[in-house]
T-cell receptor, first 114, second 114 residues
């Protein structure tokens, strides 16, 4: 069965320090992975997706199929990065349909101190 | 203003009562989802619907019911059978399946049983 694990509930760093939020997944197929972010008093929103290989707000995430990981990284954290971060795995329904669902990890609360 | 709207923002319920949470979207999305967010447990999928008049149970469907009579609407009923209903509920929608489709979230409803 598909599963997403974020081992850290809380992560604290100082401004300017590197930050890495860990995500591991369990899935038998070819994974489609995302990072979502929820800032204080805002909606949960997409941060980035692995297929795009993009950098959003200085964050990057590389899919490592060997380690089944999709860790989120930023070389220099900023105070405005403080938020709840969720790793998510999209997987299709059985039967080869185009429909599916998103499974989320437990989330990591990142706090960046001044 | 396009988007996904949940109402009410806060809801109080007496034990033994059913209560219905509203979710409406004007994004013309086919798929809609209900998640429950609890501290330390992340987002857990309750129900999801890919098309009108069809829906599937998620991981924690017991004590909940849904309907999908219109594309725009996906109400969630929390029944008296739900043992621990106090939580933050999030509704989401996504467009017809394309590769790496993004999910859009509402602002949530906080339900408290008193």
């Amino acid at each position: 069965a598909q599963r997403v694990t974020q081992p850290e509930k809380l992560l604290s760093v100082f401004k300017g320090a590197p930050v890495e939020l860990k995500c591991n997944y369990s899935y038998s197929g070819s994974p489609e992975l995302f990072w979502y972010v929820q800032y204080s008093r805002q909606r949960l929103q997409l941060l980035l997706r692995h297929i795009s290989r993009e950098s959003i707000k200085g964050f990057t995430a590389d899919l490592n199929k060997g380690e089944t990981s999709f860790h989120l990284k930023k070389p220099f954290a900023q105070e405005e990065d403080s938020a709840m971060y969720y790793c998510a795995l999209w997987h299709p329904n059985a039967g080869g349909t185009s429909y599916g669902k998103l499974t989320f990890g437990q989330g990591t609360i990142l706090t960046v101190h001044p | 203003d396009g988007g996904i709207t949940q109402s009410p923002k806060y809801l109080f319920r007496k034990e033994g009562q059913n209560v219905t949470l509203s979710c409406e979207q004007n994004l013309n999305h086919d798929a809609m989802y209900w998640y429950r967010q609890d501290p330390g447990q992340g987002l857990r999928l309750i129900y999801y619907s890919q098309i009108v008049n069809d829906f599937q149970k998620g991981d924690i469907a017991e004590g909940y019911s849904v309907s999908r009579e219109k594309k725009e609407s996906f109400p969630l009923t929390v029944t008296s059978a739900q043992k621990n209903p106090t939580a933050f509920y999030l509704c989401a929608s996504s467009p017809p399946r394309r590769r790496y489709t993004e999910a859009f979230f509402g602002q949530g409803t906080r339900l408290t049983v008193v």
